[in-house]
């Protein structure tokens, strides 16, 4: 490790790395946004609307994950990088103020916002890094930081095309990172320069995920709350709570609690892991968010037969399931046959009852993402009850 400021900012990869407080503190800025992005989604749950959500929630993922990322090499205890999270956290909750009308009166702040905050944290590294190899990384990042944030501030302007220039930008900073973000003459990251520790990636993770899944039971309580406590609603939220539970159990079992391991295990690639898992990430809580802005509509109005809010609720679960079969995949190189049959399940099943109330469709729903568990968990409960050694093997305690 370098001498001098950049060694006093860098941690050792090899030591162990928990989560520490003032990322967790960190992660309410994350916490405010998805509870004003399911507002939004909320409040227009049309194509556009859902696009519009989609776009704004991959920004704030990108914060999120560049962050965690960072994080992840440095010491959060140096002054410095406590500077550098609390910046990037007052970014963040200016871009969740700033989410309802993101797409209209606060864009520019949604963007300056946003692209800020990324020069910012190379503003702050850059200088500190100073005799390190890793200042080469920042410098690599920071450039292309300015060169899509450029797409920010031009469609924060020209209104028509908001939604392209914003989308264009995503797809360029997700898929240079993809790339280990080449520039000429500066050339690319190596796998090394990457490297992450992966038992503290993979449990950062799993905090923000669970963030996702408590957005989703606040959410259900709170209209439990308004809507009246009656009969429906009641089973409604019930339902609300069984669909939380499934994707808990779902998300933990098998590949979640694994991640870690097998990002450690790949050694340097495992950095690749790691972001591929980042990507799958924003997949899942974008269906959960999908999913809790259903669950919210139905505890509402279980009687209500609106085919944007049958979409909703249907399109979320998938959503969680396709992209959690892919990080199986990943993890356990291995494609579990009940979650492949579920997406479709899910989505013919939810065509199938569009015509019936919301609930009867959230019902439908909730009992496959169930039965999915139950098939999962069906091969370790027979191995447990199998006795040791199977069911013909001798008692050799009555041997001596």
Known sequence: MASGLPGRLLQRRENPRRTSFLELFFDLAFIFALTRLSRTLLNDHSANGAFQVLVMLAALWWVWFVTAWSADWFDPRAPLIVVLLLWVMFGGLLMAAAVPTAFDSHAGLFAVAYVAIHLGRAALLIPALRGHPLQLRSLRVAIWFSISGVLWVVGAVVAPAREAFWALAIVLEYA?????????????SSWPDLQVNGEHLSERYQQIFIIALGELILVSGVAYGDSGMDRESTVAFALAFVTAVALARLYLVPAGTRLGASIVAAGPPGSKLALLAGY?????????????????????????????????????????????????????????????????????????????????????????????????????????????????APDLRRHG
């Open 176 to 188: 240079l990172a993809r790339l280990r973000w080449p520039f000429p003459r500066l050339g690319r």
């Open 280 to 392: 799958l990430h924003v997949v899942m809580i974008a269906g959960v968010l999908a999913t809790t802005v259903g669950m919210e509509l139905t505890i509402g109005d279980p009687g209500e037969r609106d085919p944007g809010w049958l979409a909703v609720g249907v399109v979320g679960p998938a959503l969680f399931l396709t992209a959690r079969i892919l990080l199986s995949a990943m993890v356990d190189t291995s494609l579990p046959w009940a979650r492949l049959v579920g997406v479709p399940a899910i989505v013919v099943f939810g065509w199938a009852t569009q015509k019936l109330p919301q609930l009867a469709n959230s019902a439908v729903v909730a009992g496959v993402l169930l039965l999915i568990v139950v098939v999962d968990a069906m091969p370790g409960l027979w191995r447990q009850s199998r006795p040791a050694g199977g069911s013909d």
